[in-house]
């Protein structure tokens, strides 16, 4: 059983940065693909960003590369995602999520545990 508490959203003005973290409860945290979805009011949620075990592979979405950064500390049980150059179209309910299979890392079923989410909002 893994739990996962998000935390570092907020407001932000169009062009600022936010950090999100994610911790994670467990001794097994670093078998763990992680990801990162989004969820805007009257959208499915969508993935944003995904590293594997050892971070040394990272995924993006298109409309977050060279914007958004998603790292680990396995020693810490945590993964963060630096948001540079917010848009109003990033903001979210931003949910981290782990899964053990790497199979399809931006397919939400295929991940196993998910956190509560943290508002992010982008004003323009």
């Known amino acids: 059983q893994v739990q996962l508490v998000e935390s570092g959203g907020g407001l932000v003005q169009a062009g600022g940065s936010l950090r999100l973290s994610c911790a994670a409860s467990?001794?097994?945290?670093?078998?763990?693909?992680m990801g990162w979805f989004r969820q805007a009011p009257g959208k499915e949620r969508e993935f944003v960003t995904a590293?594997?075990?050892?971070?040394?592979?990272?995924y993006y979405t298109n409309s977050v590369k060279g914007r958004f950064t998603i790292s680990r500390d396995n020693a810490k049980n945590t993964v963060y995602l630096q948001m540079n150059s917010l848009k109003p179209e990033d903001t979210a309910v931003y949910y981290c999520?782990?899964?053990?299979?790497?199979?399809?890392?931006?397919?939400?079923?295929?991940?196993?545990?998910w956190g509560q989410g943290t508002q992010v909002t982008v004003s323009s």
């Open positions: 999520a782990a899964a053990l299979s790497t199979t399809y890392v931006s397919k939400p079923e295929s991940y196993d545990y």
């Open positions: 467990g001794r097994t945290f670093s078998r763990y693909t």
């Open positions: 590293i594997n075990w050892s971070g040394s592979s990272t």
